[in-house]
């Protein structure tokens, strides 16, 4: 391979043990940008890296279309991970994505769609243990504006419910009775308490403006901590004066990261901006 024509560029970085008592599995996902192909591109298609401490990588597979953009790690089995494949959004072009497995602890990927839509490759998001559920714990997967379940670790696939008609970035469950879903999408943030059936918009900004990404942890006093990242925008108020007369009013949202607290029963409460630029 050509290395001036080719530029690497790293997608997907997820590090963190597959369970808790695992020493730790570093996952990498890179594309290959052609710089003689002129604006933004995956032409040189994606690859797969693996490494056991942050530093020593091992190339893994690098015969994929499109770049890896998100894992997965099975909660009981720590041999089960999981990878998809997608152009993003912004102009790049590459071939036909696709959602992967690994029965082997990341060492050998296998194309995993039944039940999926041609060219589907998105975010993934892996049911936590619980204490209201049992093995094997559902696997989501977004692209777009879909959603489709596994229920067998990843093998075959439904269609289940979206938050809805608009992209999703990012999905992030933490545990909880029952577990708690979230989403981030073009046109705020959402939760789902029963499992992708119905979906709660979150109040104030957060519930207005694009999440690009989401992190958070459950407490021990069954508290949700949500980290969302949001280019912000500017929110158009419309109200009627006393008179009748209709008044209309913009109001600067900054970029930043902002957090999000919910507590039991699930209230939405946003707190002011962590980050703000």
Request: charged share 15%.
């Amino acid at each position: 391979m050509d290395e001036h024509q080719y530029q690497k560029l790293i997608n997907a970085f997820l590090a963190r043990p597959a369970i808790d008592d695992r020493p730790g599995l570093w996952l990498m996902g890179v594309g290959l940008l052609d710089n003689d192909v002129p604006y933004f591109n995956y032409d040189g298609g994606g690859g797969i890296y693996l490494s056991d401490d942050g530093e020593n990588w091992d190339l893994i597979r690098y015969d994929l279309d499109c770049p890896p953009t998100s894992f997965g790690f099975d909660p009981v089995d720590e041999n089960i991970l999981y990878a998809s494949t997608s152009g993003m959004r912004g102009g790049v072009n590459c071939g036909e994505a696709t959602f992967l497995r690994s029965e082997d602890g990341g060492q050998t990927w296998q194309a995993s769609t039944s039940g999926l839509p041609p060219d589907i490759g998105g975010v993934i998001a892996v049911e936590p243990i619980s204490t209201n559920s049992t093995p094997p714990y559902r696997v989501y997967l977004a692209s777009g504006g879909g959603m489709w379940v596994s229920l067998d670790q990843g093998i075959t696939w439904q269609e289940t419910n979206s938050p809805i008609n608009s992209y999703i970035l990012s999905l992030l469950f933490l545990e909880g009775d029952p577990s708690v879903l979230y989403a981030a999408t073009g046109v705020g943030l959402f939760r789902s308490l029963d499992g992708a059936q119905t979906w709660q918009h979150a109040q104030g900004n957060l519930g207005k403006f694009e999440i690009w990404s989401l992190a958070g942890v459950a407490t021990e006093d069954g508290r949700h901590i949500v980290y969302a990242a949001t280019i912000g925008g500017v929110e158009e108020v419309d109200e009627f004066t006393g008179s009748g007369l209709r008044e209309s009013s913009d109001a600067l949202v900054n970029a930043g990261v902002y957090r999000l607290t919910s507590v039991f029963p699930p209230v939405f409460n946003l707190y002011l901006p962590l980050v703000g630029k």
